[in-house]
C-alpha cells in the first residue's frame, strides 16, 4: 500500500487535510506528524512516503526543509506544500525546494480534492500571483546564476498568461498547444526554479523572510 | 618680491644661507692659512702625531720656537699660544701676546723655517727645517670645527623656522635673535680653536670678541624671550631693559673699558645665564595653573636651562675659578644643541609659538637639501669623487634614507594615526543604531574615547552648532547629533597632546558620518511605521468589515464565501507591501483567475476582454479595492440570482479612467433592485469614494443585466479622475 505523510502543526486542520487526502487517495495509508523534526524522525524510522503534504510554517522550522529532505531521499516522491496566509513567496520558495505542486488551504474541500487529483496525476497548476513571482525570481536570478537554466520563450509566454489569470485550458487554447504541455511547462518551470535557486538558496530566503 | 622675501621658506633659506655662509667663511679663512703639519695638544706645546711638512717631527716632543733660516727674531712659543680659548687667559697682556704670536707665526710660516723642539727625554734642543704648505688641507680641519659648526647651523634652522612662521611675534623674533647669537658666537669660536698656530691676528681678536658679543647676543635675547614667554613677567619694559643692559657690556668691551679677558665675556656670561635660568623658574612657576603653556614650557625652557648651566658648570664656572677646563669648549657647545632639540620637540608635539603640523614638512626638505649637499661635499672631497658622480650618488644615498627616515619621523611626530575604517565604521554603526538619549550619548563617548584618549569627556552646556577647538587645544566641543548630548572632550591623548585642526578636521567627518547613519536609521524606522500603519488600516478596514459580514450573514454559504475572501484579502495584505500606486496586472491576474474559477465551477461560460494598456495602468489603493469589490459583487450577482448562461467582464481605458462593464444574460435587473440585500448600494458608495462612478441597467434589448462603473486612474488628466485625491 501506498504511503501518505502529512506534516501539519495544527491539530484541526492535520485532521481535515486528512479528510481531503483521504477523498483525493483512499487507496493511500496515511500519517501525520506536527513538526520538522518528527517528519525528520518519520523519515528514518517509516521510510519515504509516496507523497508527502507540508505545511509550510512549522513550529521548529519550515515546510521546505521537510520537502528537501523527502526530495534529497527520494526523487520521485510527490510533495505538495499546503499554506494559508504564507505570501507568495514562500510558495515559489517551496516549489524551488523540490515541491511538485501547492494547495492554498482556504479553498472549498471539493477545490481541494480536485486540485491534489491533479497534482498526483502529474498536472500542476499556479495561481496568478505565483507565476508572477516566478517571472520576477527568474528575471532577477537569472543574470547573476549562471549555474540555473534561463526560461524558454515558450515558458515565458505560459507564465507570463498564467500570471495574467488565463488557466491552464485558456493558455492552451491561447496558444495553440494542448493543455497537457502546458502542465508539462510548468513543471519544467518547477525543476529550472529548484535548479536556479539552489546556487541561491540563502540570499533567496533572505530575500524572502523566511530566515528569522 | 617683497612677498616671497615674507614667505616661511624663504625666511628659512636667508637664515641657512646666512649660517651656510658665515660656516663657508670660517672654513675658508681657516684653509687659507700656512700649514706646518703638527698636531698639539690644546693648551700645551707637545706635538701628539705628526703628518704632512713636519712628517720628521718624533711624536711627544714640545715645541719651543720658529725660526726663519734667513735670520731675524725667533718665535718663542709658550704654553698659551696653543689655547682653545682666549678668554681663558689669565690677563690682557697675555691675550693680545697670544694675538700677535699667530700673526708672527703665519708670517714665519709663509716660508720655509726652522722649528726647534725637544724630543721627550732630551734635555738638548733640536732643530728642523721645513717647509710649510702655503694652505691647510680640509682633512686636517678638527672634527671639534665641524660640531661648533654645527651648533650654529641648527640654531639658525630653529630661528629661521619660528621666525618665518610667526614673524609678527615677538617671542619669535627674540628665538631668531638669539638664534643668530648662538651662531656669531659658535662659529667665532670655531674659526680660532681650529686654528694650528698662524692665524692672522686681526681676524683673531675679530673672532675672540664676535664670540662674546654673540653669548650676550644669546643671552640677552633668550632673557628677554623668557621674561615675555609663555607669560609676560614684570613690567613691559623689562626685557629690553635686561637686553639692554646684557648688550651694553658688549659695547663696553668693544669700546675698551673692560679689558680684563674674564670681565671680557665669561662673567657676563655666567651671569646671564643665572639671570635665565631664575627666569625659566619664575615662568614655570607662573604656569602652574596653565598646563598648555607648561605642557609648551616644558621641554622648551628645559632645553635653555640645562644646556645653560651644562655651559656654565663646564665652561664659566671653572674660567671664573681658574681651575682647568673638563672639556674642550667646542665640546660643551654641544649642550646648546638640547635648547634646539627641546624647541624642535615642544613646537611638534604642544604647537609652541601656535606652528602648524605643515611647518615640520618645510622642516623636512630643508633637512633633505642639507642632507644632499653634506653628502654631495662629502663624497667629494673624501673620497675625491667626481662632482657628477658625487651628485647622483649623493641623490641616491638621501633618498634611501630620507624618505623611510621622514616618513617615520611623521608618524612618530604626529601621533597616533588615524582611526582605522573598520573599527570606526563599526562604533558609528553601533552608535547610530542605539536608542536615542543615554544609551546613544554614551556610545559617543565610547567613540571619542576611542579616538582621541581624552583624559575627560564631559557634557556640553551651551550647544554649539560646529564642532570646535577649544581652550587653545586642550578641549574639543562637540555639537549634538540626533539623540546626542553636545559634548566636551578634555586632553587628548591623557594630556599628552592637544587637539589640532587635524583632530578637528577628523571628528567632522566622523560626525558627519554619524549623523548621516542616524538619519537612514530613523528613515528606515520611519519605513517600518508606515508599514505597521498600513497593515493595521488594511485589517481594520477590510478584515474586521468582512468579518464582522461572516458573522452575521444567515446562510453557510455566503458566511463561507466571506470568510474565503476574508482570508485571501489577508493574503494580500500580508504579501503587497506596496503602499505606492501600483500596475493593475497583478489585480487583473487575480481577480481573472478568482472569478473564472467560480464560474466555471458553476458551468457558465465566462469572457474576459481586457485591453492592453489596461494592465499597465496605474492604480491607488483605493481603486484597487474598489475595482476588487465590484468584480467580485457583480460576478457573484450574476451567479446568485440572474441564472445567466454566461458572465462577460469588459475593461478598457478611456479619458483616463478605467471603464469597467459586466454584463450577463440572465433574466436582467432593474435599477431599482439596488438595495435589495444584494450589496449593490454598498457598491455603489464605494466606488464614490474612490471617485468612481457607478451606473446599472437591463443590458440591450432588455436582455441581462449590465453594470457600467467609471474608476479614475492616477495617469487622468480628465473624467471621473478629477475628483480623486490622494489616497
Redesign the interface.
Known amino acids: 500500500m501506498k504511503q501518505a505523510l502529512i506534516v501539519e502543526d495544527m491539530a484541526e486542520t492535520r485532521l481535515w487535510l486528512g479528510d481531503i487526502l483521504q477523498a483525493a487517495r483512499p487507496d493511500m495509508g496515511q500519517v501525520a506528524v506536527a513538526s520538522v523534526a518528527a517528519a525528520r524522525h518519520h523519515l528514518r524510522s517509516q521510510g519515504c512516503p509516496d507523497l508527502a503534504l507540508v505545511d509550510l510554517g512549522l513550529p521548529d522550522g519550515t515546510g521546505m526543509d521537510v520537502i528537501r529532505l523527502i526530495k534529497a531521499s527520494r526523487a520521485d516522491a510527490v510533495c505538495i506544500a499546503a499554506t494559508?496566509?504564507s505570501?507568495?513567496?514562500s510558495v515559489v520558495a517551496a516549489l524551488a525546494a523540490g515541491a511538485d505542486g501547492y494547495l492554498l488551504k482556504?479553498?472549498?474541500a471539493e477545490?481541494l480534492v480536485q486540485q491534489l487529483r491533479q497534482i498526483d496525476m502529474g498536472l500542476a497548476a499556479l495561481?496568478?500571483?505565483i507565476?508572477?513571482r516566478i517571472i520576477d525570481h527568474f528575471r532577477l536570478t537569472g543574470p547573476m546564476d549562471p549555474g540555473g537554466e534561463a526560461l524558454t520563450p515558450r515558458e515565458s509566454d505560459v507564465l507570463r498568461r498564467?500570471?495574467?489569470?488565463?488557466?491552464n485550458a485558456?493558455v492552451a487554447t491561447d496558444l495553440g498547444i494542448a493543455e497537457s504541455t502546458v502542465a508539462g511547462y510548468i513543471k519544467s518551470v518547477y525543476r529550472k526554479l529548484g535548479i536556479s535557486s539552489r546556487a541561491e538558496a540563502a540570499w533567496h530566503a533572505t530575500r524572502m523572510g523566511l530566515n528569522g | 618680491m617683497f612677498a616671497l622675501v615674507r614667505a616661511p621658506l624663504a625666511v628659512l633659506l636667508i637664515a641657512l644661507t646666512l649660517a651656510f655662509g658665515s660656516a663657508a667663511l670660517v672654513v675658508m679663512a681657516l684653509l687659507d692659512q700656512p700649514w706646518l703639519g703638527i698636531d698639539i695638544r690644546q693648551g700645551g706645546r707637545i706635538v701628539t702625531a705628526v703628518e704632512g711638512p713636519a712628517a720628521a717631527l718624533p711624536p711627544g716632543s714640545t715645541l719651543l720656537s720658529l725660526r726663519s733660516p734667513e735670520g731675524g727674531a725667533a718665535l718663542v712659543l709658550d704654553d698659551f699660544d696653543t689655547v682653545e680659548e682666549p678668554d681663558t687667559l689669565p690677563d690682557r697682556a697675555t691675550m693680545d701676546r697670544v694675538f700677535s704670536h699667530a700673526q708672527t707665526a703665519r708670517d714665519l710660516a709663509m716660508g720655509p723655517l726652522l722649528l726647534d723642539y725637544l724630543q721627550p727625554g732630551a734635555t738638548q734642543p733640536q732643530r728642523l727645517r721645513l717647509d710649510p704648505a702655503p694652505r691647510r688641507p680640509l682633512g686636517d680641519l678638527p672634527l671639534t670645527l665641524w660640531t661648533q659648526l654645527g651648533v650654529g647651523l641648527v640654531a639658525m634652522l630653529f630661528g629661521g623656522l619660528i621666525l618665518g612662521l610667526k614673524r609678527r611675534e615677538p617671542a619669535a623674533r627674540l628665538v631668531a635673535l638669539s638664534g643668530l647669537g648662538m651662531m656669531v658666537s659658535a662659529h667665532a669660536a670655531a674659526l680660532y680653536s681650529s686654528r694650528e698656530l698662524a692665524l692672522p691676528e686681526t681676524v683673531f681678536t675679530a673672532a675672540s670678541r664676535l664670540n662674546g658679543y654673540g653669548a650676550l647676543l644669546f643671552g640677552a635675547a633668550a632673557v628677554w624671550l623668557f621674561l615675555i614667554y609663555p607669560r609676560r613677567l614684570g613690567p613691559r619694559g623689562l626685557g629690553p631693559l635686561l637686553a639692554a643692559l646684557i648688550l651694553s657690556w658688549g659695547v663696553l668691551v668693544a669700546l675698551g673699558l673692560i679689558r680684563d679677558p674674564l670681565l671680557m665675556a665669561p662673567l657676563p656670561i655666567a651671569l646671564t645665564i643665572l639671570l635665565l635660568t631664575g627666569i625659566i623658574v619664575l615662568q614655570y612657576r607662573a604656569s602652574w595653573r596653565d598646563p598648555l603653556a607648561r605642557a609648551a614650557l616644558r621641554w622648551f625652557s628645559l632645553g635653555f636651562a640645562v644646556s645653560s648651566g651644562a655651559f656654565l658648570l663646564a665652561f664659566c664656572l671653572p674660567v671664573l675659578l681658574r681651575q682647568p677646563l673638563p672639556m674642550p669648549q667646542a665640546h660643551a657647545f654641544l649642550f646648546f644643541l638640547l635648547i634646539y632639540l627641546g624647541m624642535g620637540f615642544s613646537v611638534l608635539r604642544y604647537r609652541l609659538f601656535e606652528v602648524q603640523d605643515w611647518s615640520v614638512r618645510i622642516l623636512y626638505y630643508v633637512l633633505a637639501a642639507v642632507l644632499l649637499l653634506a653628502v654631495d661635499a662629502l663624497l667629494i672631497y673624501a673620497l675625491a669623487v667626481e662632482r657628477v658622480a658625487a651628485l647622483s650618488l649623493s641623490f641616491f644615498v638621501v633618498t634611501l634614507t630620507y624618505l623611510p627616515l621622514r616618513e617615520w619621523l611623521m608618524t612618530r611626530v604626529f601621533g597616533p594615526p588615524r582611526p582605522d575604517p573598520s573599527g570606526l565604521f563599526a562604533r558609528v554603526t553601533e552608535l547610530a543604531l542605539s536608542d536615542p538619549g543615554p544609551v546613544r550619548t554614551a556610545r559617543m563617548q565610547g567613540l571619542m574615547r576611542w579616538m582621541f584618549d581624552p583624559m575627560r569627556v564631559e557634557p556640553l552646556a551651551e550647544m554649539p552648532t560646529e564642532p570646535r577647538i577649544d581652550g587653545d587645544g586642550t578641549a574639543l566641543c562637540l555639537p549634538a547629533l540626533p539623540g546626542v548630548a553636545p559634548l566636551r572632550l578634555v586632553w587628548a591623548r591623557q594630556g599628552r597632546a592637544l587637539f589640532s585642526p587635524r583632530d578637528l578636521e577628523t571628528l567632522r567627518s566622523v560626525l558627519g558620518m554619524a549623523a548621516q547613519s542616524i538619519e537612514r536609521r530613523d528613515a528606515f524606522e520611519r519605513g517600518i511605521a508606515q508599514e505597521r500603519a498600513r497593515i493595521t488600516r488594511d485589517m481594520h478596514d477590510n478584515i474586521g468589515v468582512q468579518l464582522m459580514g461572516a458573522l452575521h450573514a444567515p446562510e453557510t454559504a455566503r458566511k463561507?464565501a466571506l470568510?474565503?475572501r476574508t482570508?485571501?484579502e489577508?493574503?494580500e495584505i500580508?504579501?503587497d507591501p506596496f503602499m505606492a500606486d501600483a500596475p493593475l496586472?497583478?489585480l487583473?491576474?487575480?481577480?481573472?483567475?478568482?472569478l473564472?474559477?467560480i464560474v466555471?465551477?458553476r458551468g457558465l461560460r465566462f469572457d474576459?476582454c481586457c485591453d492592453e494598456a489596461v494592465?499597465d495602468a496605474l492604480a491607488s489603493k483605493r481603486v484597487a479595492h474598489a475595482l476588487r469589490a465590484l468584480l467580485r459583487e457583480t460576478v457573484n450577482n450574476a451567479l446568485r440570482h440572474a441564472r445567466a448562461d454566461a458572465v462577460v467582464v469588459d475593461l478598457r481605458l478611456r479619458d483616463g479612467a478605467l471603464w469597467v462593464r459586466v454584463a450577463d444574460d440572465g433574466i436582467g435587473a432593474l435599477p431599482e433592485d439596488e438595495g435589495a440585500g444584494n450589496g449593490l448600494s454598498g457598491l455603489r458608495a464605494r466606488l464614490e469614494a474612490a471617485g468612481g462612478e457607478f451606473r446599472f441597467g437591463p443590458g440591450p434589448q432588455g436582455r441581462g443585466t449590465v453594470l457600467e462603473a467609471g474608476l479614475p486612474l492616477r495617469t487622468a488628466g480628465s473624467g471621473p479622475g478629477q475628483k480623486e485625491e490622494a489616497a
Open positions: 494559508v496566509l505570501d507568495d513567496a482556504d479553498q472549498p477545490a495561481s496568478p500571483a507565476a508572477r498564467i500570471g495574467r489569470g488565463l488557466r485558456e | 463561507d470568510i474565503r482570508l485571501s489577508l493574503r500580508v504579501t496586472e497583478a487583473l491576474g487575480d481577480l481573472r483567475a478568482e473564472s474559477g466555471a465551477a474576459w494592465y
